[in-house]
């Protein structure tokens, strides 16, 4: 409100700054310089009368902007608080994804950790395979120096069957010597044809072994030869195994690399948002510096009131001193006195960081 | 277990932010919303190893509470912070001369606060 818009008759001085504190002092100088003129007192007392109801209709504005800020900056805060334990969840540890929990950056970081465990078992899958193979190469080399073997005892049988023949040569002769030696030689003639029985039955024996032993070679080689073929055949299954498990794991790799990325990149960015919404209800603390000095503006505008009241009726106004006092009575913070000793600039608040330990 | 921390002030704002930088530095947290209600809730709590003051209060303001406070037997030794928009050297002298042990002009930082909770807390 401006003063001039109050201006009463038999005023002579109007305030030029439109302050309050200039303007009652006006009203006191007027007063105070004609008491003596009809109509100066009861147009000061309208005056006043005025100036109270003003003021009333200021600190009730006062109070609801005050109300107004506080709940708007509490709901404000109270949001901010909200986001922030939602960051919270979203930011830090929580248990794997396995769990059937809604996807975090914790949870992509779980589910990267199971992707990799995947990567390693197939990984492991295919060193089984390849000793698997080893272990059977192993085996067939085995089969093959047996079916080596089985060669040389065909070899050892023949042996068998020739020294046969040749004992059963000597027997008969043997038996041809005993007969040019007549009676005295009928002992030898028994033991030449005996010798001859056991050859042949030895020669028989041995073509028994060779028979068993080339029976014995042909079933290894046929062994050999079908083992050789699945040798072949598991070995393009495996390459062609080892191939998709490959691709596979390159797939995962991919995945689980972006997954990592992804995971990294809502940490950080959930970080950031935080310490932002940490500055925000930070500088919410004006809230609490602008309260107190609304404050003591309600408080003061009643006491200016109060005084300028009790003036009239005295009839001398508050010295300048007594005034300043008045109004700077209650100042809570540095700006405010800023403000009072430097006319209307305006003070920031202070930023000062240094804490006073007693 | 979690060390507790009893804040006096009269804006539940203020609170807020307080009380989020000492829940998130691991202290537990009580609050008041002026000198009288923090009486009673210390009553209440029994022990609490810090408080965090606001000055300018209704109903008892804070230099007002840290002398009863530190008239308290049972809670004599427990240290305060004042946290205020106050920045007088008298204001100051007056909490230094009650029993406060540190004194923060608002607005603050939260490192700023707990450095002074970390260095002052009791065992």
């Known amino acids: 409100m401006n003063a001039s818009t109050i201006a009463q008759p038999g005023l002579t001085s109007t305030p030029d700054d439109g302050t309050l504190a200039t303007f009652a002092k006006a009203i006191m100088r007027s007063l105070a310089g004609r008491r003596d003129k009809p109509g100066t007192i009861s147009s000061a007392e309208t005056l006043c009368s005025r100036l109270d109801e003003a003021s009333r209709t200021w600190t009730t504005h006062l109070g609801t902007a005050q109300a107004q800020m506080r709940q708007a900056t509490e709901q404000l805060l109270s949001g901010f608080a909200q986001i922030l334990e939602q960051l919270d969840a979203i930011i830090q540890p929580a248990h794997g994804a396995a769990s059937g929990q809604p996807v975090t950056a914790s949870g992509l970081d779980s589910r990267a950790q199971v992707l990799e465990a995947c990567e390693s078992r197939l990984r492991g899958l295919i060193q089984n395979f390849q000793g698997f193979v080893q272990s059977r190469d192993a085996v067939m080399q085995s089969v093959r120096q047996l079916a080596g073997e089985s060669v040389s005892l065909g070899t050892m049988a023949e042996d068998v069957a020739q020294i046969a023949r040749q004992t059963n040569l000597l027997s008969l002769n043997a038996a041809i010597e005993a007969a040019r030696a007549g009676p005295s030689g009928r002992g030898f003639a028994v033991v030449a044809t005996e010798v001859r029985r056991l050859s042949t039955e030895s020669g028989d024996t041995g073509k028994r072994i060779g028979d068993h032993v080339q029976a014995f070679g042909q079933h290894m080689n046929a062994a050999l030869k079908q083992a050789s073929e699945h040798t072949a055949h598991d070995a393009q299954v495996i390459h062609a195994s080892e191939q998709t498990i490959n691709q596979v794991i390159e797939q995962v790799d991919s995945a689980v690399s972006q997954l990592n990325e992804r995971a990294a990149e809502l940490s950080a960015r959930g970080e950031a948002v935080r310490a932002q919404v940490e500055q925000l209800m930070i500088a919410f603390q004006f809230q609490d510096r602008v309260h107190q000095i609304m404050d003591q503006v309600n408080s003061s505008i009643s006491s200016a009131v109060a005084r300028l009241q009790q003036s009239l009726k005295d009839g001398a106004a508050p010295d300048a001193d007594e005034w300043t006092a008045l109004l700077s009575a209650g100042y809570t913070t540095d700006e405010q006195r800023f403000a009072s000793d430097h006319g209307s600039q305006n003070a920031a608040a202070p930023s000062s960081n240094d804490t006073t330990f007693f | ?123």
């Open chain 2, 1 to 123: 277990m979690a060390k507790t921390i009893l804040i006096v002030d009269d804006s539940s704002s203020l609170r807020t932010v307080v009380r989020m930088a000492l829940v998130r530095a691991g202290y537990d947290v009580i609050e008041a919303g002026d000198g009288k209600e923090g009486l009673a809730q210390l009553d209440k709590a029994g022990k609490v190893n810090l408080i965090v003051s606001d000055v300018n209060m209704p109903n008892m303001d804070g230099i007002t509470f840290v002398t009863h406070v530190k008239a308290h037997p049972r809670h004599k030794f427990t240290p305060v912070v004042m946290l205020t928009t106050e920045g007088q050297d008298a204001k100051k002298e007056q909490g230094r001369a009650a029993g406060a042990k540190a004194w923060i002009v608002k607005p603050f930082n939260p490192p700023q606060l707990l450095d002074a909770v970390s260095k002052l807390i009791l065992p």
